[in-house]
């Protein structure tokens, strides 16, 4: 419920901003137009073969053989887009959910209302997950505001972040921006096992699934479930197969019943671009140094020893044709927020022979 109300708060701030927005600029019909005007709109499918299966045999009173099989790969990608390419950037007919942009997580885009609401779902190797991003951003020379909101299903990363910064240099190849960042998501660093840790170390599972519901008949050598059906006649079946799922349906509930955490912070920033036919060089970066302690239980300040942490975002997309034949290019993205870290990059050399 609370992950619901979360997520229905975070896509009315949007609806919010964005009717500020149209408002303020013109009369709200015109401001509509303005707003969707040169923006695509894209659904797209894409699918392919996962791992192959895989056999697996057991001796028991006999040899058996099982076949992991592994469901194909598959993606469902939709969302609205408006922003400006860079000149480095290639065009293309259509939005097919598969592009790379990494210039979509600039501080700053080359117009100055830009937006993205992107969701996509997707099973690879068996897991399914869902990736969204949706930010609005306003860019003048001498401020800009963004708000934003991300969920990596593969990284495991989920955050509402908005930011209002000054910009300096506004108008130059490389400029600098200082201001406040404010972010809502779920309290990182809370280890639900913490609790069920013992002064040897170890971990104190059977007890655990007792409260959890779990049964254990000593003398038949079973393991029952909280319905009664039993999970395990051995204790390496239980410990090395039920145990892992308790511990993480244990600590997955846990997380969902507390209440997501909002952490405010000063930002510090930079962006650079220069483009030639034969050099482009885009890169920025977010510095986030303090973080205001407000005495919370779950502050992440809790976690850390009570001690500031640094976070800190940036991108690189750098190309070079050396010759007529010849180029080079390296791109990519890095975050570490709440000290987790996800990042995407690719490099590379082509030659063309004519």
């Known amino acids: 419920m609370i992950r619901a109300i979360t997520y229905i708060f975070k896509v009315l701030f949007f609806v919010y901003i964005l009717s500020l927005i149209l408002v303020s600029t013109s009369a709200f019909g015109q401001g509509i137009k303005k707003a969707v005007k040169f923006s695509t709109f894209y659904v797209a499918a894409n699918g392919g073969t996962s ?20 469901p194909y790969d598959y993606s469902l990608t939709a969302g609205i887009r408006k922003i ?15 592009e790379t942009t990494y210039s979509d997580a600039a501080t700053i885009g080359l117009s100055p209302f830009e937006y993205l609401f992107e969701i996509d779902y997707r ?5 399914e997950y869902i990736d969204q991003t949706h930010f609005i951003r306003y860019v003048e020379n001498s401020w800009l505001a963004k708000a934003e909101y991300v969920l990596d299903g593969f990284a495991d990363v989920e955050y509402f972040e908005v930011t209002q910064r000054f910009r300096v ?25 913490a ?8 971990l104190h599972y059977t007890q655990l699934a007792i409260e959890e519901g779990y049964s254990i008949d000593v003398y038949d050598n079973q393991y029952m479930n909280p319905d009664g059906d039993i999970v395990a006649t051995s204790s390496d079946v239980w410990k090395e197969i039920v145990i892992p799922q308790v511990l993480s349906d244990y600590a997955e509930r846990k997380r969902n019943e507390l209440d997501n955490q909002w952490v405010n912070s000063i930002v510090l920033g ?20 303090y973080h205001y302690d407000d005495g919370s239980q ?13 976070d800190y975002s940036g991108g690189l997309i750098f190309g070079l044709k050396i010759t007529k034949h010849l180029g080079t290019f390296v791109e990519g993205k890095y975050h570490k927020y709440w000290n987790r870290e996800w990042y995407d990059f690719k490099l590379g050399v082509n030659y063309i022979i004519f």
């Open 84 to 98: 400006k390419r860079f000149q480095y950037e290639a065009t293309s007919p259509f939005k097919d959910g598969t």
């Open 169 to 193: 240099r506004g108008k130059k190849k490389l400029s600098f921006n200082i201001g406040a960042i404010q972010r809502l998501s779920e309290p990182y660093g809370y280890d639900p096992l």
């Open 51 to 70: 791992l192959s299966d895989r056999d697996v045999f057991s001796v028991a009173d006999q040899l058996s053989k099982d076949i992991i099989e592994t």
């Open 195 to 202: 609790d069920w840790i013992l002064s040897n170390g170890n």
């Open 270 to 289: 930079f962006d650079y671009y220069t483009y030639t036919k034969n050099f482009w060089l885009h890169s920025w970066g977010n510095f986030i140094p």
């Open 123 to 127: 099973r690879q190797e068996g897991i």
């Open 298 to 310: 779950y502050s992440y300040h809790n976690f850390n020893n009570g001690e500031q942490w640094y």
